[in-house]
């Protein structure tokens, strides 16, 4: 179980930064105080050796008290399908890299004991009155800080999305229906022509219940990655099946009963097409199923596929002809970064000063938080 945790946790620490110590890391104790950098790609594939001597563990007599283990209760078939999706989330976030092979994914993934319930801390852990106890996301809103909720507001291209398409995860979401460009929540210009300028509008807020389960790893996020291995091979059928899946397990997180969105009827139906059309729209669901839970991997995801797609609309040059005519669902530039990055969206944090100050071996600061990492290489911003 440590082992399983470790993989995961080092695969999004390499995944958002990239390069970084990893060989030397955490050995301190052995003398190593300036660990030397590692290439993601390096690191990658130790990962993956790691996943597979994890895998060959034997396990038989194995036991952990349920009260000790806080995702699984003590079932080590639980963390067998973990530690399986793990490696499926290793293979497929290289996709776009020559070391992806479909066939070689598609034979895993129809082998392979895979999730069937998220790796969560249940949201009945929490104690939502008591300061230091509660959710992470709620201890920002209602702890002693008691900002979030004034800085975490809807953005306008997501909120619109839901909003225009019926979502019945929209009220599950958010407080409110009015959504900001990102970065542009202050303009003293009036955006939508309503008589309240930008700084003063009330803009909807992010909801996070005192009772809201930590997820680790969803089984909405792994339905989706096995669709796209079966879109990938135009194996339809089941590409839809695991689609459907996925979207069902998102809307039973939220407690929504009602599957009529994927209905023939409903905007999140399944659409087929080409291949790219039916990663797009694997993709723009795993976006919204992630929101609020998994906001990290909406941004590896993003990163990796480059849907949503980035809008070109220059707001700031005419802000109401921007707010009357922007694609919900698309991605639009913030109006403070345009110019930093050439329109292009942030791919990666700049290393921490912690690092940078501390380590001899530490490599010069990225240019800017442009830089991609190994693996981010499809054309898109």
Same mark, same amino acid.
């Given at each position: 179980m440590a082992e399983a945790l470790t993989i995961f946790t080092w695969q999004i620490i390499t995944d958002v930064?990239?390069?970084?110590?990893?060989?030397?890391?955490?050995?301190?104790?052995?003398?190593?105080?300036?660990?030397?950098?590692?290439?993601?790609?390096?690191?990658?594939?130790?990962?993956?050796?790691?996943?597979?001597?994890?895998?060959?563990?034997?396990?038989?007599?194995?036991?952990?008290?349920?009260?000790?283990?806080?995702?699984?209760?003590g079932d080590m078939d639980a963390w067998v399908r973990f530690?399986?999706?793990?490696?499926?989330?290793?293979?497929?976030?290289?996709?776009?890299t020559?070391?992806?092979?479909?066939?070689?994914?598609?034979?895993?993934?129809?082998?392979?004991?895979?999730l069937t319930s998220s790796a969560k801390i249940s949201g009945t852990t929490w104690t939502d009155d008591q300061e230091g106890k509660r959710h992470p996301m709620r201890e920002f809103q209602a702890g002693g800080a008691n900002y979030f909720s004034t800085n975490v507001i809807a953005a306008k291209n997501f909120i619109d999305y839901l909003s225009e398409n019926d979502d019945p995860r929209l009220g599950k979401l958010f407080s409110g229906t009015k959504g900001a460009f990102f970065g542009d929540f202050d303009s003293k210009e009036d955006s939508d022509e309503n008589g309240t300028t930008d700084d003063k509008e009330s803009y909807a807020t992010v909801r996070f219940p005192g009772n809201m389960d930590?997820?680790?790893?969803?089984?909405?996020?792994?339905?989706?990655?096995?669709?796209e291995v079966y879109a990938r091979a135009s194996q339809d059928v089941l590409a839809k099946d695991y689609y459907e899946r996925g979207v069902l397990a998102s809307l039973e997180q939220h407690g929504i009963t009602s599957d009529d969105?994927?209905?023939?009827?409903?905007y999140a139906a399944w659409q087929g097409g080409g291949t790219e059309a039916k990663?797009?729209? =694997? %993709?723009?669901?795993?976006?919204? !199923?992630? /929101? +609020?839970?998994?906001?990290?991997?909406?941004?590896?995801?993003?990163?990796?596929?480059?849907?949503?797609?980035?809008?070109?609309?220059? =707001? %700031?040059?005419?802000?109401?002809? !921007?707010? /009357? +005519?922007?694609?919900?669902?698309e991605l639009t530039i913030s109006v403070k970064?345009?110019?930093?990055?050439?329109?292009n969206l942030p791919a990666s944090p700049l290393y921490p000063d912690s690092y940078m100050f501390r380590n001899s071996n530490a490599p010069s600061q990225k240019a800017n938080v442009g830089e991609k990492v190994w693996w981010n290489v499809k054309t898109g911003k």
């Open positions: 930064w990239g390069d970084m110590p990893y060989f030397e890391a955490l050995k301190a104790d052995e003398g190593v105080l300036h660990p030397l950098q590692d290439s993601g790609e390096d690191i990658y594939a130790d990962l993956m050796s790691r996943v597979d001597a994890l895998l060959a563990t034997d396990l038989s007599s194995s036991y952990v008290d349920a009260s000790s283990d806080f995702i699984y209760e530690v399986n999706s793990l490696k499926l989330k290793l293979m497929i976030r290289l996709s776009e020559p070391q992806y092979n479909n066939t070689e994914v598609l034979s895993f993934i129809n082998s392979a004991d895979l930590l997820m680790l790893m969803s089984d909405w996020e792994i339905d989706f990655y096995i669709a969105i994927i209905g023939s009827t409903g990663i797009k729209q =694997i %993709a723009m669901q795993k976006w919204v !199923a992630n /929101a +609020n839970y998994q906001h990290i991997e909406s941004f590896l995801e993003r990163n990796r596929t480059k849907y949503p797609s980035v809008n070109e609309i220059n =707001i %700031a040059a005419d802000r109401v002809a !921007a707010y /009357a +005519n922007f694609p919900a669902g970064g345009r110019g930093l990055l050439s329109g």
